[in-house]
Protein backbone atom coordinates (compact mmCIF):
# COMPACT_ATOMS: atom_id res chain seq x y z
CA UNK A 1 0.00 0.00 0.00
CA UNK A 2 1.37 3.40 -0.75
CA UNK A 3 2.28 5.20 2.09
CA UNK A 4 1.89 9.24 2.14
CA UNK A 5 3.43 11.60 4.11
CA UNK A 6 3.12 14.73 2.46
CA UNK A 7 0.60 17.28 2.29
CA UNK A 8 1.76 18.41 -1.56
CA UNK A 9 0.75 15.15 -2.28
CA UNK A 10 -1.63 15.41 -5.66
CA UNK A 11 -4.18 12.28 -4.13
CA UNK A 12 -4.23 14.30 -0.60
CA UNK A 13 -4.65 17.58 -2.48
CA UNK A 14 -7.41 16.41 -4.30
CA UNK A 15 -8.95 14.29 -0.92
CA UNK A 16 -8.72 18.50 1.05
CA UNK A 17 -10.88 19.82 -1.80
CA UNK A 18 -13.45 17.27 -1.52
CA UNK A 19 -15.33 18.97 1.01
CA UNK A 20 -16.32 21.62 -0.95
CA UNK A 21 -17.87 20.00 -3.63
CA UNK A 22 -19.90 17.35 -1.22
CA UNK A 23 -23.66 16.65 -2.44
CA UNK A 24 -22.62 18.11 -6.20
CA UNK A 25 -24.12 15.75 -8.65
CA UNK A 26 -22.00 13.13 -10.12
CA UNK A 27 -19.38 14.11 -7.67
CA UNK A 28 -17.30 11.55 -5.50
CA UNK A 29 -18.05 11.65 -1.78
CA UNK A 30 -15.68 10.56 1.22
CA UNK A 31 -17.61 7.77 3.52
CA UNK A 32 -16.25 8.15 7.11
CA UNK A 33 -15.76 5.35 9.42
CA UNK A 34 -15.90 2.16 9.72
CA UNK A 35 -19.55 1.38 9.56
CA UNK A 36 -19.73 3.19 6.50
CA UNK A 37 -17.26 1.53 4.69
CA UNK A 38 -18.49 -1.96 5.56
CA UNK A 39 -21.96 -0.97 4.23
CA UNK A 40 -20.68 0.18 1.37
CA UNK A 41 -18.45 -3.25 0.38
CA UNK A 42 -21.33 -4.90 1.39
CA UNK A 43 -23.39 -3.20 -1.34
CA UNK A 44 -21.57 -1.85 -3.95
CA UNK A 45 -17.85 -3.32 -3.61
CA UNK A 46 -14.70 -1.64 -3.76
CA UNK A 47 -14.69 1.89 -3.60
CA UNK A 48 -12.67 4.41 -6.28
CA UNK A 49 -10.04 4.63 -3.67
CA UNK A 50 -9.51 3.32 0.25
CA UNK A 51 -7.54 5.67 3.25
CA UNK A 52 -6.47 4.92 5.96
CA UNK A 53 -4.63 5.88 9.13
CA UNK A 54 -1.34 4.51 8.42
CA UNK A 55 -1.30 3.50 12.47
CA UNK A 56 -4.55 2.29 12.44
CA UNK A 57 -3.88 -0.60 9.62
CA UNK A 58 -3.16 -3.48 12.26
CA UNK A 59 -6.71 -2.47 14.17
CA UNK A 60 -8.85 -5.66 13.15
CA UNK A 61 -11.81 -4.42 11.55
CA UNK A 62 -9.78 -1.55 9.38
CA UNK A 63 -7.62 -4.69 8.43
CA UNK A 64 -10.23 -6.05 7.08
CA UNK A 65 -12.00 -3.05 5.17
CA UNK A 66 -7.84 -3.08 3.50
CA UNK A 67 -7.81 -6.58 2.42
CA UNK A 68 -11.08 -6.26 0.36
CA UNK A 69 -9.76 -3.19 -1.39
CA UNK A 70 -7.31 -4.28 -4.27
CA UNK A 71 -4.04 -3.04 -3.07
CA UNK A 72 -3.19 -0.43 -5.88
CA UNK A 73 -6.71 1.60 -4.34
CA UNK A 74 -5.30 1.90 -1.57
CA UNK A 75 -3.37 4.72 0.57
CA UNK A 76 -2.12 5.01 3.61
CA UNK A 77 -1.71 8.63 5.29
CA UNK A 78 -0.19 9.83 8.04
CA UNK A 79 -2.47 10.41 11.20
CA UNK A 80 -2.16 14.35 10.91
CA UNK A 81 -3.09 13.97 7.33
CA UNK A 82 -6.05 12.12 7.58
CA UNK A 83 -7.13 14.26 10.36
CA UNK A 84 -7.02 17.61 8.27
CA UNK A 85 -9.30 16.47 5.63
CA UNK A 86 -12.19 18.76 6.53
CA UNK A 87 -14.70 15.29 4.92
CA UNK A 88 -13.07 13.38 8.10
CA UNK A 89 -14.55 13.84 11.11
CA UNK A 90 -15.18 10.45 12.81
CA UNK A 91 -11.11 10.20 13.49
CA UNK A 92 -12.14 6.16 12.85
CA UNK A 93 -9.22 6.13 10.57
CA UNK A 94 -10.64 4.80 7.18
CA UNK A 95 -12.73 6.60 4.66
CA UNK A 96 -13.40 5.21 1.13
CA UNK A 97 -13.87 7.70 -1.60
CA UNK A 98 -16.91 6.35 -3.71
CA UNK A 99 -19.43 7.50 -6.49
CA UNK A 100 -22.91 7.69 -5.03
CA UNK A 101 -24.86 4.93 -7.35
CA UNK A 102 -27.59 6.93 -9.36
CA UNK A 103 -30.66 4.62 -9.54
CA UNK A 104 -32.00 4.75 -13.04
CA UNK A 105 -35.91 6.36 -11.54
CA UNK A 106 -38.95 3.65 -12.54
CA UNK A 107 -41.70 5.34 -15.15
CA UNK A 108 -44.47 3.97 -13.35
CA UNK A 109 -44.24 4.10 -9.15
CA UNK A 110 -46.51 1.19 -7.95
CA UNK A 111 -45.00 0.82 -4.42
CA UNK A 112 -44.85 2.54 -0.81
CA UNK A 113 -42.49 5.69 -1.33
CA UNK A 114 -41.95 8.91 -0.34
CA UNK A 115 -41.23 12.17 -1.96
CA UNK A 116 -38.94 14.52 -0.23
CA UNK A 117 -40.19 17.98 -1.54
CA UNK A 118 -37.29 20.32 -0.56
CA UNK A 119 -35.99 19.53 2.72
CA UNK A 120 -33.30 21.64 3.62
CA UNK A 121 -31.50 20.71 7.24
CA UNK A 122 -29.38 17.87 6.12
CA UNK A 123 -30.18 16.33 10.13
CA UNK A 124 -33.65 15.69 8.90
CA UNK A 125 -33.16 14.54 5.64
CA UNK A 126 -31.10 12.05 7.24
CA UNK A 127 -33.32 11.20 10.19
CA UNK A 128 -35.87 11.15 7.36
CA UNK A 129 -33.90 8.11 5.25
CA UNK A 130 -33.38 6.60 8.84
CA UNK A 131 -36.95 6.19 9.26
CA UNK A 132 -37.88 5.23 5.62
CA UNK A 133 -35.82 2.31 5.52
CA UNK A 134 -36.92 1.64 9.32
CA UNK A 135 -40.66 1.65 8.14
CA UNK A 136 -39.60 -1.12 5.62
CA UNK A 137 -39.87 1.56 2.57
CA UNK A 138 -37.38 0.93 -0.82
CA UNK A 139 -37.63 3.51 -2.75
CA UNK A 140 -37.55 8.00 -2.16
CA UNK A 141 -37.28 11.19 -4.31
CA UNK A 142 -35.75 14.25 -3.45
CA UNK A 143 -36.74 17.20 -5.45
CA UNK A 144 -34.38 19.66 -6.01
CA UNK A 145 -33.27 22.03 -3.20
CA UNK A 146 -33.35 19.00 -0.90
CA UNK A 147 -29.94 18.74 1.05
CA UNK A 148 -27.37 16.30 -0.79
CA UNK A 149 -28.24 12.62 0.65
CA UNK A 150 -24.15 12.16 0.45
CA UNK A 151 -23.21 14.86 1.70
CA UNK A 152 -21.36 13.83 5.15
CA UNK A 153 -23.67 15.38 7.39
CA UNK A 154 -27.03 13.20 5.99
CA UNK A 155 -24.91 10.55 5.83
CA UNK A 156 -24.41 10.22 9.10
CA UNK A 157 -27.54 11.06 10.70
CA UNK A 158 -28.51 8.21 7.93
CA UNK A 159 -26.90 5.78 9.93
CA UNK A 160 -26.77 3.26 6.99
CA UNK A 161 -29.82 3.68 5.80
CA UNK A 162 -28.86 5.43 2.41
CA UNK A 163 -27.74 1.03 1.63
CA UNK A 164 -31.09 -0.28 2.50
CA UNK A 165 -33.06 2.72 -0.12
CA UNK A 166 -32.88 3.63 -3.71
CA UNK A 167 -32.30 6.87 -3.50
CA UNK A 168 -33.13 9.40 -6.85
CA UNK A 169 -32.04 12.17 -6.02
CA UNK A 170 -32.45 16.10 -8.37
CA UNK A 171 -35.79 15.07 -9.22
CA UNK A 172 -38.33 17.03 -10.31
CA UNK A 173 -41.54 15.94 -8.27
CA UNK A 174 -44.51 17.40 -10.70
CA UNK A 175 -42.89 15.60 -13.78
CA UNK A 176 -42.95 12.20 -11.28
CA UNK A 177 -46.75 12.15 -10.62
CA UNK A 178 -48.17 11.15 -14.26
CA UNK A 179 -46.28 7.78 -13.86
CA UNK A 180 -47.44 7.31 -10.00
CA UNK A 181 -49.47 4.39 -9.74
CA UNK A 182 -50.13 4.85 -6.06
CA UNK A 183 -52.31 8.06 -4.64
CA UNK A 184 -50.25 10.63 -3.20
CA UNK A 185 -50.21 11.26 0.19
CA UNK A 186 -49.53 14.46 2.32
CA UNK A 187 -49.06 15.98 5.67
CA UNK A 188 -51.64 19.10 5.78
CA UNK A 189 -52.94 21.31 8.90
CA UNK A 190 -55.93 22.72 6.66
CA UNK A 191 -58.73 20.40 4.80
CA UNK A 192 -57.37 17.25 6.12
CA UNK A 193 -58.45 14.37 7.77
CA UNK A 194 -57.38 13.16 11.02
CA UNK A 195 -54.60 10.63 10.34
CA UNK A 196 -56.52 8.11 12.77
CA UNK A 197 -59.88 8.83 11.51
CA UNK A 198 -59.66 5.77 8.74
CA UNK A 199 -57.32 3.80 7.18
CA UNK A 200 -54.73 4.72 5.18
CA UNK A 201 -53.66 3.38 1.83
CA UNK A 202 -51.51 -0.04 2.12
CA UNK A 203 -49.04 1.87 -0.41
CA UNK A 204 -49.10 4.91 -1.09
CA UNK A 205 -46.48 7.85 -2.34
CA UNK A 206 -46.06 9.73 0.56
CA UNK A 207 -44.85 13.51 0.61
CA UNK A 208 -43.06 15.80 3.52
CA UNK A 209 -42.23 19.17 2.66
CA UNK A 210 -39.79 21.83 3.30
CA UNK A 211 -39.55 22.82 6.99
CA UNK A 212 -41.06 26.60 6.85
CA UNK A 213 -42.82 26.49 3.81
CA UNK A 214 -44.86 22.73 4.06
CA UNK A 215 -45.42 20.64 0.73
CA UNK A 216 -45.84 22.85 -2.49
CA UNK A 217 -49.09 23.90 -3.18
CA UNK A 218 -48.53 21.78 -6.66
CA UNK A 219 -48.37 18.81 -4.29
CA UNK A 220 -50.74 19.60 -1.92
CA UNK A 221 -53.84 19.74 -4.98
CA UNK A 222 -52.20 16.89 -6.25
CA UNK A 223 -52.82 15.25 -3.25
CA UNK A 224 -56.15 12.27 -3.59
CA UNK A 225 -55.20 12.48 0.27
CA UNK A 226 -54.33 14.98 3.06
CA UNK A 227 -53.91 14.18 6.52
CA UNK A 228 -53.59 15.52 10.00
CA UNK A 229 -51.70 14.73 12.68
CA UNK A 230 -53.96 15.11 16.28
CA UNK A 231 -51.42 17.54 17.63
CA UNK A 232 -52.09 19.86 20.73
CA UNK A 233 -51.92 23.08 18.66
CA UNK A 234 -52.33 24.97 21.70
CA UNK A 235 -48.22 24.35 22.39
CA UNK A 236 -46.71 23.95 19.29
CA UNK A 237 -47.84 25.09 15.85
CA UNK A 238 -46.37 21.97 14.50
CA UNK A 239 -44.32 19.13 14.76
CA UNK A 240 -40.68 18.29 13.16
CA UNK A 241 -40.84 16.91 9.51
CA UNK A 242 -39.17 13.93 10.94
CA UNK A 243 -40.99 13.49 13.44
CA UNK A 244 -44.03 13.90 11.38
CA UNK A 245 -42.99 11.31 8.90
CA UNK A 246 -41.94 8.90 11.26
CA UNK A 247 -45.67 9.52 12.91
CA UNK A 248 -47.13 8.44 9.84
CA UNK A 249 -45.17 5.99 8.48
CA UNK A 250 -45.36 3.93 11.52
CA UNK A 251 -49.24 4.75 11.27
CA UNK A 252 -49.02 2.89 8.08
CA UNK A 253 -46.96 0.44 9.22
CA UNK A 254 -48.94 -0.76 12.55
CA UNK A 255 -52.22 -0.67 10.15
CA UNK A 256 -50.53 -3.17 7.81
CA UNK A 257 -49.29 -5.44 10.36
CA UNK A 258 -52.59 -5.43 12.11
CA UNK A 259 -53.96 -6.47 8.65
CA UNK A 260 -51.44 -9.40 8.67
CA UNK B 1 -33.76 54.08 24.76
CA UNK B 2 -29.80 53.38 25.12
CA UNK B 3 -27.99 53.64 21.78
CA UNK B 4 -24.78 51.80 21.71
CA UNK B 5 -22.20 51.78 18.79
CA UNK B 6 -18.77 50.76 20.45
CA UNK B 7 -17.62 47.24 20.63
CA UNK B 8 -16.24 48.41 23.90
CA UNK B 9 -19.31 48.68 25.87
CA UNK B 10 -19.03 46.94 28.66
CA UNK B 11 -23.04 45.67 28.29
CA UNK B 12 -21.79 44.60 24.63
CA UNK B 13 -18.57 42.67 25.96
CA UNK B 14 -21.07 41.11 28.42
CA UNK B 15 -23.24 39.89 25.37
CA UNK B 16 -20.71 38.83 23.63
CA UNK B 17 -19.13 36.34 26.27
CA UNK B 18 -22.63 35.24 26.88
CA UNK B 19 -22.38 32.73 23.72
CA UNK B 20 -19.54 30.89 25.76
CA UNK B 21 -21.59 30.03 28.86
CA UNK B 22 -24.81 28.85 27.38
CA UNK B 23 -26.76 25.72 29.13
CA UNK B 24 -24.51 26.60 31.85
CA UNK B 25 -26.43 26.07 35.18
CA UNK B 26 -28.15 29.42 36.48
CA UNK B 27 -26.35 31.01 33.46
CA UNK B 28 -28.55 33.66 31.52
CA UNK B 29 -29.15 33.15 27.79
CA UNK B 30 -29.87 35.15 24.99
CA UNK B 31 -33.09 34.32 23.28
CA UNK B 32 -33.00 35.24 19.05
CA UNK B 33 -35.40 36.47 17.40
CA UNK B 34 -38.96 37.54 17.26
CA UNK B 35 -40.95 34.46 17.70
CA UNK B 36 -39.33 33.27 20.93
CA UNK B 37 -39.41 37.01 22.53
CA UNK B 38 -42.97 37.02 21.96
CA UNK B 39 -43.19 33.47 23.70
CA UNK B 40 -40.95 34.73 26.70
CA UNK B 41 -42.73 37.95 26.92
CA UNK B 42 -46.56 36.44 26.98
CA UNK B 43 -45.09 33.12 29.36
CA UNK B 44 -43.05 35.05 31.79
CA UNK B 45 -43.15 38.85 31.14
CA UNK B 46 -40.06 41.13 30.50
CA UNK B 47 -36.91 39.76 30.13
CA UNK B 48 -34.05 41.34 32.14
CA UNK B 49 -32.54 43.14 28.48
CA UNK B 50 -33.78 43.52 25.60
CA UNK B 51 -31.13 44.42 22.58
CA UNK B 52 -32.36 45.91 19.39
CA UNK B 53 -30.75 46.57 15.76
CA UNK B 54 -31.21 50.28 15.83
CA UNK B 55 -32.29 50.39 12.13
CA UNK B 56 -34.94 47.89 12.59
CA UNK B 57 -36.82 49.80 15.59
CA UNK B 58 -39.01 50.89 13.16
CA UNK B 59 -40.33 47.58 11.91
CA UNK B 60 -43.74 46.64 13.46
CA UNK B 61 -43.57 43.53 15.38
CA UNK B 62 -40.20 44.64 16.71
CA UNK B 63 -41.50 48.07 17.79
CA UNK B 64 -44.28 45.89 20.09
CA UNK B 65 -41.56 43.95 21.42
CA UNK B 66 -39.94 47.36 22.75
CA UNK B 67 -42.68 48.44 23.60
CA UNK B 68 -43.57 45.91 26.37
CA UNK B 69 -39.94 45.88 28.11
CA UNK B 70 -39.40 48.94 30.29
CA UNK B 71 -37.11 51.57 28.61
CA UNK B 72 -34.02 50.93 31.26
CA UNK B 73 -33.72 47.44 30.16
CA UNK B 74 -33.68 48.11 25.90
CA UNK B 75 -30.19 48.37 24.49
CA UNK B 76 -30.70 49.83 20.49
CA UNK B 77 -27.06 48.52 19.30
CA UNK B 78 -25.63 49.17 15.68
CA UNK B 79 -26.17 46.67 12.90
CA UNK B 80 -22.88 45.44 12.91
CA UNK B 81 -22.64 44.90 16.42
CA UNK B 82 -26.04 43.38 16.87
CA UNK B 83 -24.45 40.85 13.95
CA UNK B 84 -20.94 40.15 15.52
CA UNK B 85 -22.71 38.65 18.57
CA UNK B 86 -22.23 34.57 18.50
CA UNK B 87 -25.39 33.71 20.47
CA UNK B 88 -27.24 36.23 17.65
CA UNK B 89 -27.78 34.23 14.36
CA UNK B 90 -31.34 35.21 13.06
CA UNK B 91 -30.64 37.90 12.10
CA UNK B 92 -34.05 39.28 12.70
CA UNK B 93 -33.05 42.27 15.12
CA UNK B 94 -34.28 41.36 18.19
CA UNK B 95 -32.55 39.38 21.14
CA UNK B 96 -33.66 39.29 24.95
CA UNK B 97 -31.52 38.48 28.09
CA UNK B 98 -33.25 36.05 30.00
CA UNK B 99 -32.60 33.65 33.09
CA UNK B 100 -34.05 30.71 32.23
CA UNK B 101 -36.62 29.51 34.53
CA UNK B 102 -35.79 26.14 37.17
CA UNK B 103 -39.17 25.41 38.23
CA UNK B 104 -39.02 22.95 41.58
CA UNK B 105 -39.57 19.13 40.57
CA UNK B 106 -42.60 18.19 41.96
CA UNK B 107 -42.01 15.44 44.78
CA UNK B 108 -44.19 12.78 43.23
CA UNK B 109 -45.02 12.51 39.41
CA UNK B 110 -48.15 11.67 38.62
CA UNK B 111 -48.52 13.07 34.82
CA UNK B 112 -47.61 11.74 31.63
CA UNK B 113 -44.10 12.65 31.55
CA UNK B 114 -40.89 12.19 29.52
CA UNK B 115 -37.28 11.95 30.87
CA UNK B 116 -34.34 12.30 28.66
CA UNK B 117 -31.26 10.36 29.71
CA UNK B 118 -28.24 11.62 28.62
CA UNK B 119 -29.40 12.59 24.79
CA UNK B 120 -26.19 14.43 23.79
CA UNK B 121 -26.89 16.32 20.31
CA UNK B 122 -29.16 19.63 20.78
CA UNK B 123 -31.17 19.16 17.43
CA UNK B 124 -32.31 16.18 18.98
CA UNK B 125 -33.18 17.58 22.14
CA UNK B 126 -35.27 20.44 20.53
CA UNK B 127 -36.93 18.19 18.44
CA UNK B 128 -37.53 15.76 21.27
CA UNK B 129 -39.34 18.76 22.83
CA UNK B 130 -40.97 20.11 20.27
CA UNK B 131 -42.12 16.54 20.12
CA UNK B 132 -43.29 16.60 23.65
CA UNK B 133 -45.05 19.78 23.36
CA UNK B 134 -47.00 18.38 20.38
CA UNK B 135 -48.27 15.28 21.86
CA UNK B 136 -49.59 16.94 24.68
CA UNK B 137 -46.85 16.38 27.58
CA UNK B 138 -46.61 18.81 30.11
CA UNK B 139 -43.52 17.96 32.00
CA UNK B 140 -40.09 16.58 31.12
CA UNK B 141 -36.68 15.67 33.06
CA UNK B 142 -33.32 16.37 31.47
CA UNK B 143 -30.74 13.77 32.97
CA UNK B 144 -27.51 15.18 33.73
CA UNK B 145 -25.59 14.78 30.60
CA UNK B 146 -28.08 16.03 28.84
CA UNK B 147 -27.81 18.93 26.35
CA UNK B 148 -28.99 21.92 27.53
CA UNK B 149 -32.54 22.85 26.65
CA UNK B 150 -31.99 27.18 26.71
CA UNK B 151 -28.75 26.64 24.56
CA UNK B 152 -29.20 28.70 21.07
CA UNK B 153 -29.60 25.35 19.26
CA UNK B 154 -31.99 23.93 21.29
CA UNK B 155 -33.73 26.87 21.56
CA UNK B 156 -33.99 27.03 17.94
CA UNK B 157 -35.07 23.20 16.91
CA UNK B 158 -37.58 23.51 20.16
CA UNK B 159 -39.46 26.16 18.04
CA UNK B 160 -41.76 27.48 21.09
CA UNK B 161 -41.96 24.36 22.89
CA UNK B 162 -39.98 25.02 25.91
CA UNK B 163 -42.74 27.69 26.71
CA UNK B 164 -44.95 24.90 27.03
CA UNK B 165 -43.75 22.52 29.02
CA UNK B 166 -42.08 22.63 32.88
CA UNK B 167 -38.45 21.43 31.43
CA UNK B 168 -36.59 20.04 35.33
CA UNK B 169 -32.57 20.38 33.71
CA UNK B 170 -29.71 18.83 35.71
CA UNK B 171 -31.95 15.93 37.41
CA UNK B 172 -30.54 12.32 38.35
CA UNK B 173 -33.14 10.22 37.04
CA UNK B 174 -32.57 7.45 39.31
CA UNK B 175 -33.33 9.57 42.31
CA UNK B 176 -36.82 10.55 40.46
CA UNK B 177 -37.72 6.45 40.74
CA UNK B 178 -39.37 7.06 43.93
CA UNK B 179 -41.38 9.22 43.50
CA UNK B 180 -42.94 8.26 40.13
CA UNK B 181 -46.29 7.80 40.57
CA UNK B 182 -47.03 6.55 36.64
CA UNK B 183 -45.19 3.34 35.53
CA UNK B 184 -41.79 3.65 33.85
CA UNK B 185 -42.42 2.95 30.17
CA UNK B 186 -38.92 2.25 28.23
CA UNK B 187 -38.04 1.39 24.59
CA UNK B 188 -35.82 -1.08 24.13
CA UNK B 189 -34.35 -4.01 21.53
CA UNK B 190 -34.21 -6.92 23.72
CA UNK B 191 -37.14 -8.86 26.11
CA UNK B 192 -39.20 -5.82 25.16
CA UNK B 193 -43.32 -6.28 23.94
CA UNK B 194 -44.21 -4.86 20.40
CA UNK B 195 -45.15 -1.18 20.73
CA UNK B 196 -48.61 -2.40 18.76
CA UNK B 197 -49.32 -5.33 21.00
CA UNK B 198 -51.67 -4.03 23.71
CA UNK B 199 -52.51 -1.20 25.25
CA UNK B 200 -50.31 1.63 26.51
CA UNK B 201 -51.08 3.41 30.02
CA UNK B 202 -52.85 6.37 29.97
CA UNK B 203 -49.98 8.02 31.54
CA UNK B 204 -46.75 7.27 32.27
CA UNK B 205 -43.08 8.21 32.64
CA UNK B 206 -41.18 6.89 28.90
CA UNK B 207 -37.82 7.51 29.25
CA UNK B 208 -35.55 7.86 26.18
CA UNK B 209 -31.94 6.96 26.27
CA UNK B 210 -28.51 8.27 24.91
CA UNK B 211 -28.16 8.29 21.22
CA UNK B 212 -25.41 5.53 20.50
CA UNK B 213 -25.82 3.76 24.11
CA UNK B 214 -29.81 3.85 24.54
CA UNK B 215 -31.36 3.74 28.23
CA UNK B 216 -29.03 3.39 30.85
CA UNK B 217 -29.30 -0.05 32.25
CA UNK B 218 -30.60 0.82 35.81
CA UNK B 219 -33.45 2.55 34.23
CA UNK B 220 -34.62 -0.25 31.91
CA UNK B 221 -34.45 -2.85 34.64
CA UNK B 222 -36.70 -0.11 36.92
CA UNK B 223 -39.06 0.25 33.57
CA UNK B 224 -42.40 -1.65 34.34
CA UNK B 225 -43.35 -1.83 30.58
CA UNK B 226 -40.35 -2.27 27.97
CA UNK B 227 -41.88 -2.35 24.86
CA UNK B 228 -40.25 -2.34 20.74
CA UNK B 229 -40.96 -0.51 17.70
CA UNK B 230 -41.28 -3.31 15.07
CA UNK B 231 -39.29 -1.72 12.47
CA UNK B 232 -37.57 -3.49 9.56
CA UNK B 233 -34.40 -4.49 11.16
CA UNK B 234 -32.49 -5.57 7.86
CA UNK B 235 -32.75 -2.71 6.68
CA UNK B 236 -31.45 -0.29 9.57
CA UNK B 237 -30.22 -0.96 13.28
CA UNK B 238 -32.42 1.19 14.93
CA UNK B 239 -34.57 4.63 14.90
CA UNK B 240 -33.42 8.04 15.46
CA UNK B 241 -34.17 9.06 19.30
CA UNK B 242 -36.46 11.91 17.80
CA UNK B 243 -38.42 9.13 15.69
CA UNK B 244 -38.67 6.85 17.95
CA UNK B 245 -39.64 9.39 20.41
CA UNK B 246 -42.40 10.12 18.08
CA UNK B 247 -44.02 7.00 17.38
CA UNK B 248 -44.01 5.98 20.74
CA UNK B 249 -45.85 9.77 22.36
CA UNK B 250 -48.62 9.50 18.99
CA UNK B 251 -48.86 6.17 19.71
CA UNK B 252 -50.35 7.07 23.34
CA UNK B 253 -52.15 9.58 22.07
CA UNK B 254 -53.69 7.97 19.02
CA UNK B 255 -55.19 5.14 22.00
CA UNK B 256 -55.91 8.04 24.51
CA UNK B 257 -58.17 9.46 22.01
CA UNK B 258 -59.76 6.74 20.54
CA UNK B 259 -60.70 5.71 23.92
CA UNK B 260 -62.45 9.06 24.26
Not at 125 to 132: A, E, H, I, M, P
Not at 141 to 157: E, I, Q
Not at 173 to 178: E, G
Request: proline fraction near 7%; charge should be neutral; include cysteine.
Amino acid sequence: MKHISSRDNPAVKALARLAGTAGKRGAPVLLDGVHLCQAWLQHHGAPDQAIFDVERLSQPDIAALAAAVPDRDCLALDARLMQSLAAVESGQGVAFLVTPPAPQPPLNVDENCVLFDRIQDPGNVGTLLRTCAAAGVKRVFLATGTAAAWSPKVLRSGQGAHFALAIHEHVDLAALLPGLRVPLVATALDGARDLYAGSLPERCAWVFGHEGQGVAPALLAAASLKVRIPHDAAAVESLNVGAAAAICLFEQRRQALAAR
